[in-house]
């Protein structure tokens, strides 16, 4: 079993900066893939940003340029660095964690969900 804690979101003005981080922890596992979704209200959930223990990296088109996706791998953490937020960035964030576990397999983790809200 692999648990994701995340943390940061919140409220913020539009063009200013948060910080989303997620850490995973648990029994022996390593990571395949660490990423963030998000989800707005009314709409399905969409990749925002997924990068590989390899550092491969891919963003939504719409976040290019304004978001940093980074992943620390001796700590297992990804954190997601949001610069010059839109309104249209107000969703809930989900941390997401493709990972391989030891007799188990490759396994699928999603994170509770962090708020975050820009106004205008």
């Known amino acids: 079993q692999v648990q994701l804690a995340e943390s940061g979101g919140g409220l913020v003005q539009a063009g200013g900066s948060l910080r989303l981080s997620c850490a995973a922890s648990?029994?022996?596992?390593?990571?395949?893939?660490m990423g963030w979704y998000r989800q707005a209200p009314g709409k399905q959930r969409e990749l925002v940003a997924l990068?590989?223990?390899?550092?491969?990296?891919n963003y939504a088109d719409s976040v290019k340029g304004r978001f940093t996706i980074s992943l620390d791998n001796a700590k297992n953490t990804v954190s997601l660095q949001m610069d010059s937020l839109k309104p249209e960035d107000t969703a809930v964030y989900y941390c997401?964690?493709?990972?391989?576990?030891?007799?188990?397999?490759?396994?699928?983790?999603w994170g509770q969900g962090t708020q975050v809200t820009v106004s205008s």
């Open positions: 990068i590989s223990s390899r550092g491969t990296i």
């Open positions: 997401n964690a493709d990972v391989f576990v030891p007799a188990i397999g490759r396994w699928n983790y």
């Open positions: 648990g029994r022996s596992f390593s990571i395949n893939t």
